[in-house]
C-alpha cells in the first residue's frame, strides 16, 4: 500500500515537473529565459522546454509596433516663446535581450529622452518656424532617438509632434493675422471680380459696336448691289425698247407723234420755262432731233 502511494506520488510529480517544463511562446512575442539567474536563451512563437527548479522565465516581450502618446512638455523657442507641444512616438522592440537588460524602464527612459531632444531642437528655432517645420522637427527627432535606443533593443520608427500649444496672447495674435489675411485675400478677390465684370462689359460694347458696324456696310452694300442690279435694268430696258423701235422701223407719224409726248412730258414739269430750240419747232426739225437722239441712245448701249 505504501508503495501504490509512493508510486503515485512520483508520477503526479513527474506530470507536474513535465507540465512545468513546457512553455508555449504566443505569435509576436518573445520570452528570455534565465538559467540560476543568468541570460540563457531567447524563445521565439512556439513550444519549447525548459529545465525546472534551474530555468526560469521571464514575462513575455510583445514585438509588435508601440504607440507611446506622451504628455504635453514645456519648451522654450529662440524667440523666447514658451509653449507645450504633445509628442507621440512610434518605436517596436527589435531585440528582447537588450530590451530586458539595456535600460531600466525603457518606456520613462523615452519619455524622458524625448522630452529633451524636444526642447534642444524647438530652441534653435523660432515660433514661426516651429509652426511650419513639423516635418522637419519630426525628422530629427526620429533620428536621433533611434541612435540614442538602439542600444536598449529598440527601434523607433515615427516620430509626430501630435499638438503645439502656444500661450494664449500669442494665439489671439495669431488670429488677428488670420483674420486679416483673410480679409485682405477677399478684397483681393473683390477687385479682381470687378476688373473682370468692366472688361467683359467693355469687350461686349466693342463687340456690338463691330457688329453693327459689319451690319451697316452689308446693309450699304446691298443697297448700293440694289441701285447698281436696278441701273443696269432700267439701261438694260431702255436698250431693247429702243432696239425693237429700230426694228419695227417707224414712220414719220409715229415719230412726230413721240415727239409731241415728249412735249407735253417737258410742258408738264416743274420747268417755268421750255426753251424749243428753232430748227425742231417745224415737223422736220422734230424729227431729226428725235432720231438723232434715238440713234445715241443705241450707240451708247451697244457700247
Known amino acids: 500500500m505504501v508503495g501504490l502511494v509512493i508510486a503515485i506520488v512520483l508520477v503526479v510529480v513527474a506530470i507536474l515537473v513535465l507540465v512545468s517544463s513546457v512553455r508555449v511562446v504566443r505569435q509576436a512575442t518573445t520570452v528570455i529565459v534565465e ?25 513575455p516581450i510583445s514585438m509588435k509596433e508601440r504607440v507611446a502618446d ?7 523657442t529662440k524667440d523666447n516663446v514658451t509653449m507645450h507641444i504633445d509628442t507621440v512616438v512610434y518605436f517596436q522592440v527589435t531585440d528582447a535581450k537588450l530590451f530586458t537588460y539595456g535600460v531600466e524602464r525603457p518606456i520613462n ?45 529598440i527601434k523607433i520608427n515615427r516620430v509626430e509632434l501630435k499638438d503645439i500649444m502656444p500661450p494664449k496672447e500669442i494665439q489671439e495674435a495669431m488670429e488677428k493675422q488670420m483674420r486679416a489675411e483673410r480679409e485682405r485675400r477677399e478684397s483681393i478677390l473683390r477687385a479682381e471680380g470687378e476688373k473682370k465684370s468692366k472688361i467683359l462689359i467693355a469687350e461686349g460694347e466693342k463687340e456690338s459696336i463691330v457688329l453693327q458696324a459689319e451690319a451697316e456696310k452689308q446693309r450699304v ?58 430748227e425742231i419747232q ?22
Open 221 to 278: 452694300m446691298l443697297a448700293a448691289e440694289a441701285e447698281k442690279a436696278r441701273l443696269i435694268a432700267e439701261a438694260e430696258g431702255s436698250a431693247k425698247a429702243i432696239e425693237l423701235v429700230n426694228k419695227a422701223a417707224p414712220n414719220a407719224a409715229y415719230v412726230t407723234l413721240q415727239g409731241y409726248e415728249a412735249l407735253k412730258a417737258m410742258a408738264d414739269g416743274q420747268s417755268t420755262k421750255i426753251i424749243v430750240p428753232s
Open 282 to 303: 417745224n415737223v422736220a426739225g422734230l424729227l431729226a432731233s428725235v432720231k438723232e437722239v434715238v440713234t445715241d441712245v443705241e450707240k451708247k448701249s451697244k457700247k
Open 109 to 153: 527612459a523615452i519619455e524622458n529622452l524625448t522630452a529633451t531632444t524636444l526642447r534642444n531642437i524647438v530652441g534653435e528655432l523660432e515660433l514661426d518656424e516651429t509652426l511650419t517645420s513639423r516635418d522637419t522637427v519630426n525628422t530629427k527627432m526620429r533620428t536621433i532617438l533611434d541612435e540614442a535606443t538602439d542600444p536598449w533593443g
Open 70 to 76: 506622451f504628455e504635453p512638455q514645456a519648451v522654450i
Open 35 to 59: 538559467r540560476l539567474g543568468k541570460y540563457n536563451r531567447t524563445l521565439d512563437t512556439g513550444v519549447h522546454f525548459i529545465l525546472p527548479l534551474f530555468d526560469r522565465t521571464l514575462p
